[in-house]
């Protein structure tokens, strides 16, 4: 159960995969307007590529482009790309990374591509910036916390992976539902043993934050989180001390 690690390649590549599986219109799959790559937009490639899909694209909907870019840092209405000049948005840069939650690159940068009235063409007209954990692992982080966490969670699962424990970890992007009302966890973790077949399901949740509107927040979702699986609360703290992979091993032990 060694794998190969995982680069930035393979991460772009699982996003033109999963592109041919989504449709941006009727009939229009987003693979046939997509690209990871910034030098396609400075050579006018995307432009001259949607004005002739624009010629069959569905009436009622506009015709747009995407570009999904991995962004070491932003700024303003700029986003810097590796190999090549900055890519410039009509409008400022949307991110979770705020004054009051400052989160580092990198960044999964995605870049709407349309219609722009003043240029009489088409520019980049949105951009939203994803921080992720890294350029080999395209997991969205909400806080450098976060990040934290999850690094302390992948060596947990390498320990793991020695003891015949198979972990995977997701990062749900979508709410879920609960008898209690929606909840969406920070991670999402499955341990299955290779040799008894026994799955054990957890979540981690990264209690970032200590203000009273956090706090309220989750003691209404932290029931519903219950209601799903076991819930593992860890505090920076925690992470300072490096102790969240081994209370996850343990509550997987138990």
Known sequence: HQHRPMSIGDELKALVQAAAKIEI???????????????????????????RLSERWPHGHAPQAFLTLFAPAFQGSSIDVPGCD???????VQS???????????????VVIGQYPESR?????????QPIYSGRRFVPVDSEFERLVLRQLLEAQQHLNRMN?????EKPVFDRL????????????EARSRESGEVRQLIIEAMGFHDDVYLAAKAVTLPRMQQIAPVLPVTPKDAERRRIGPMLIDMILS
Not at 121 to 129: E, I, K, S
Request: charged share 15%.
């Open 121 to 129: 063409g088409f520019a980049p007209l949105r951009d939203y910036a």
């Open 25 to 51: 219109a009727p009939g229009m799959e987003l693979a046939t307007a997509f690209w990871t790559h910034a030098g396609p937009l400075h050579s006018k490639q995307v432009y001259a590529s949607l004005r």
């Open 178 to 189: 609960t008898d209690f009302g929606p909840c969406r966890p920070d991670f999402m973790i």
């Open 86 to 92: 900055p890519v410039l948005i009509a409008n400022r």
């Open 165 to 169: 424990i198979d972990l995977s970890i």
């Open 96 to 110: 979770p990374s705020v004054r009051t939650n400052v989160i580092k690159g990198p960044y999964l940068a995605l």
